[in-house]
C-alpha cells in the first residue's frame, strides 16, 4: 500500500515536514538523491543544516534543493508547493487560485502564480526550468491594418503597428519542450520587453 496522501488533510500533515519535502525533490532532481553543485557539477557536497542548503567542496557555492526548478525563486516553502500540486492533481474538476489561496493560507495572488506555474510543468512533465541554450521569438496577435477603415487604421496603427495587439512569445530549449506566454503590450513597454531580454542574454529577433 502506498504511503502517499489519499486525502487533502493527508497531504497537509504528511507534507508538513520538510525534511520529507526535500528528500522527495532530491530524488526527482539528482540520482539516487545525492546533491550535484549545479555550477560546477561537483558531488562533493556537504549540508549546512541551519539554512538546509549544501556547499559544494569545490567551487564553494551554495544552492538548495530547489535550485534549476520552478520552486527555485519562490519565497514559498516545498510544503506549500506540494500541498498545491496535490490539489490540483487531485481535482477532478480544477481548483480556482481563491480555493487554493484559502487552502495554503497565502493570498490569492501568489495561488494564482503557483496554479500557472505547477500546471506550465505537468504540461512538460518536470518541474525543471530551462536551461542551456533557449531560442525566442516573437509576433504581434490582432487585426490586420488591411481590414481596417482608414479612420480607424490611423488612430490604431502607430510606430510597428504593435500597439494594442497581443505580444506571443515563444521560448523554445533546444531539445526540449517548447514553451509560450502572451501578454498584451503597448509599444513603450515592449522596448522595455526587449531591452530586459536582451539583458538576460535572450536573442530578439529583427
Given at each position: 500500500m502506498s504511503d502517499l496522501p489519499a486525502s487533502l488533510l493527508e497531504a497537509v500533515r504528511y507534507y508538513s515536514d520538510l525534511d520529507i519535502c526535500?528528500?522527495?525533490?532530491?530524488?526527482?532532481k539528482w540520482e539516487g538523491g545525492e546533491p550535484c553543485c549545479p555550477d560546477c557539477q561537483s558531488k562533493k557536497c556537504g549540508r549546512i543544516e541551519s539554512r538546509r542548503k549544501w556547499q559544494c567542496k569545490e567551487c564553494r557555492k551554495q544552492f538548495s534543493?530547489?535550485?534549476?526548478?520552478?520552486?527555485?525563486?519562490?519565497?514559498?516553502?516545498?510544503?506549500?508547493?506540494?500541498?498545491?500540486?496535490?490539489c490540483i492533481a487531485n481535482d477532478k474538476n480544477g481548483i480556482s487560485s481563491h480555493e487554493l489561496a484559502r487552502a495554503l493560507n497565502v493570498t490569492q495572488k501568489s495561488a494564482w502564480f503557483m496554479l500557472h506555474r505547477i500546471r506550465?510543468?505537468?504540461?512538460?512533465?518536470?518541474?525543471?526550468?530551462?536551461?542551456?541554450?533557449?531560442?525566442?521569438?516573437?509576433?504581434?496577435?490582432?487585426?490586420k491594418a488591411k481590414n481596417m477603415h482608414k479612420a480607424v487604421r490611423e488612430q490604431k496603427i502607430k510606430g510597428r503597428g504593435a500597439e494594442g495587439k497581443t505580444a506571443v512569445q515563444g521560448i523554445l530549449e533546444r531539445y526540449a519542450e517548447c514553451q509560450t506566454r502572451h501578454d498584451e503590450l503597448h509599444s513603450d513597454e515592449w522596448e522595455d520587453h526587449c531591452q530586459v531580454a536582451t539583458a538576460r542574454g535572450i536573442p530578439q529577433a529583427s
Open positions: 526535500e528528500d522527495k525533490m532530491a530524488h526527482m534543493v530547489k535550485v534549476g526548478t520552478i520552486f527555485e525563486d519562490s519565497p514559498l516553502s516545498l510544503d506549500k508547493w506540494f500541498v498545491a500540486v496535490w506550465e510543468a505537468m504540461k512538460t512533465g518536470s518541474f525543471r526550468k530551462m536551461d542551456g541554450e533557449v531560442e525566442s521569438d516573437e509576433t504581434f496577435i490582432g487585426g
